[in-house]
């Protein structure tokens, strides 16, 4: 192996990474590489997508720079929807995980506030004692990118196994979402569902994804 301690006074391991990254750019730059918007940042990045051969097409595998891949990133691509399922395999010049398909949107709240109600010059508002109005921000509603899911997966057997009727998983970027949490309801598909469960466990120093297990709530009941 030829010594490059003192080509353009680099060392071998700086060296490596140099040139790893201009391939990797030139790569990025390339007729194959996408423009992905990530956790809807209004700039794009450049990503590598590969179709990965024990997968459907649901499921495939990106590559990018090390700043970009983050279990739990949500990738806007081509209009579609994606969510980072594994933790990233990094070499220290790119990172390469596994990526799956975002087929619906959780129906999110913002916090609510209580603040001081103004009046149209911002001067602060009183009642009729003299003591100061709140008032009552927040609780709009957005949309968060998921993946539901009515099976799971068997670790050992690799199967899929179906989850019992009415229930669902919604699998999405970890969050402080005011309606995730235990009994609070959501709407989707014309239901209402009840959280029973929220699983941490893909969760590592406040990145990840937190798995949310819903029950179906009868329409007797919701009347």
Request: hydrophobic letters at 35%.
């Amino acid at each position: 192996m030829k010594d490059y301690k003192n080509y353009h006074n680099l060392d071998v391991n700086t060296k490596i990474h140099r040139d790893g990254l201009a391939l990797l750019e030139i790569s990025l730059n390339g007729f194959e590489s996408y423009e992905a918007f990530i956790n809807s940042s209004p700039t794009p990045v450049k990503v590598l997508i590969y179709q990965k051969y024990d997968s459907d097409s649901d499921t495939k595998r990106v590559i990018g720079h090390i700043a970009n891949l983050e279990r739990g990133n949500n990738l806007l691509i081509d209009g579609q929807d994606w969510l980072i399922t594994t933790i990233p395999e990094d070499n220290k010049i790119y990172r390469k995980a596994d990526m799956k398909i975002c087929n619906s949107f959780f129906p999110a709240i913002t916090d609510k506030t209580r603040v001081l109600k103004r009046d149209a010059n911002g001067n602060i508002v009183y009642d009729k004692v003299g003591d100061p109005v709140y008032t009552w921000i927040g609780g709009e509603s957005y949309n968060i990118p998921c993946i539901i899911e009515s099976s799971i997966k068997d670790k050992e057997s690799n199967n899929q196994l179906n989850l019992p009727d009415g229930r669902l998983t919604v699998s999405m970027k970890y969050q402080t979402i005011s309606n995730v949490k235990l009994n609070e309801t959501f709407k989707m598909y014309d239901n209402t569902y009840k959280i029973s469960h929220i699983d941490m466990t893909q969760v590592i120093n406040g990145i990840g994804i937190m798995v949310v297990t819903a029950d179906i709530v009868p329409s007797e009941v919701i009347s």
